[in-house]
């Protein structure tokens, strides 16, 4: 997990009301899905540069 996630993570699973714990499992979530997206793109260009040499 990046930073932002892991600081999320604790307010998900800690005290606090329903909607406070739902909201932090979606940004999660959403950092998450960021983070996968950034590294398909990352192997992507090294395979583009790999296919090149």
Do not use: C, H, V, W
């Amino acid at each position: 997990m990046t930073g932002k996630s892991r600081k999320l993570a604790p307010e998900g699973q800690g005290g606090g009301n329903l909607a406070d714990k739902l909201q932090a499992q979606k940004e999660q979530r959403d950092l998450e899905g960021q983070r996968d997206k950034k590294r398909r793109e990352l192997f992507n260009r090294q395979d583009e540069i790999q296919a090149k040499t």
